[in-house]
């Protein structure tokens, strides 16, 4: 079992920067590929990007300008994002799986508000 806790969110200026943390406890963290996700309201969750042994990925929307990063003596994984825009508004998620297929992670933190403004 992996419990997984967000913190970082807040109100940041159009243009400004924020970095995400996501703590684990549990086995085998360190083996999970991990990712973030964000859900705006009104709209479906969506994938950010992910981390795992092959590397790092990221969705077009955010891609050169937020980087995922882990820790792995702090079983923390952070999501640097830089050049924020109000479209970035949502709350944010964190989310492990030992053997992610897509977008289905199996443990998933509780989520985290980030609101850009304009």
């Known amino acids: 079992q992996v419990q997984l806790v967000e913190s970082g969110g807040g109100l940041v200026p159009a243009g400004g920067s924020l970095r995400l943390s996501c703590v684990a406890s549990?086995?085998?963290?360190?083996?999970?590929?991990m990712a973030w996700f964000r859900q705006a309201p009104g709209k479906e969750r969506e994938f950010v990007g992910r981390i795992m042994w092959s590397g790092e990925y990221y969705a077009d929307s955010v891609k050169g300008r937020f980087t995922i990063s882990r820790d792995h003596a702090k079983n923390t994984m952070y999501l640097q994002m830089n050049s924020l825009t109000p479209e970035d508004t949502a709350v944010y998620y964190c989310?492990?799986?030992?053997?992610?297929?897509?977008?289905?992670?199996?443990?998933w933190g509780q989520g985290t508000q980030v609101t850009v403004s304009s």
């Open positions: 549990g086995r085998a963290f360190s083996t999970y590929a």
């Open positions: 989310a492990a799986d030992p053997a992610p297929r897509g977008w289905k992670y199996t443990y």
